[in-house]
């Protein structure tokens, strides 16, 4: 099955909006598309969603490709589509709770660096904080 996903990589000043799950993985903001959305519309709508944060797109930062086993046995072959993001409102993070998130919060790059689960999501991190620099 091919299952095809957006989010954003969310940056204000040094920070950057990071998801922490119940069960304690540190992610960003991302999603599958619904009918007939865009990869952008896509990602808007989940960092909006997932942390109650309105992101404007910047740029595209790139995609990740993996696979894995779904619950019922299924194996997957998933694409993230990543944006770089900014927003004037990073006091307003709320988590959603009913996708399995207990924290939404704007982390200072070097934490986010280590905190982070996916070592594919650090990429996406730094190549957003080297377009944002040079912005």
């Known amino acids: 099955m091919e299952e095809i996903s957006a989010g954003g990589v969310v940056i204000e ?7 922490r799950k119940y069960q304690g993985d ?3 903001p991302k999603g599958r598309l619904e009918a007939n959305e865009s990869s952008e519309e896509a990602a ?23 696979n894995y086993i779904h619950g019922n046995g299924e194996r997957v072959n998933k694409t993230v ?12 993070a709320t988590p ?10 704007f ?19 730094k190549k957003a904080f080297e377009i944002y620099k040079n912005m």
């Open 13 to 19: 000043g040094d920070t950057v909006l990071t998801l």
């Open 26 to 28: 540190w992610v960003l």
């Open 44 to 66: 808007i709508r989940e960092v909006y969603e997932e942390s109650g944060i309105m992101g404007e797109i910047k740029k595209y930062i790139g995609y990740l490709k993996y």
């Open 81 to 92: 589509h990543y944006y770089l993001m900014t927003s004037d409102n990073t006091v307003d």
């Open 96 to 105: 959603q709770k009913e996708e399995g998130f207990m924290e939404a919060v």
């Open 107 to 125: 982390m200072d790059i070097d934490k986010v660096m280590s905190k982070l689960k996916h070592e594919a999501e650090k990429t996406m991190v």
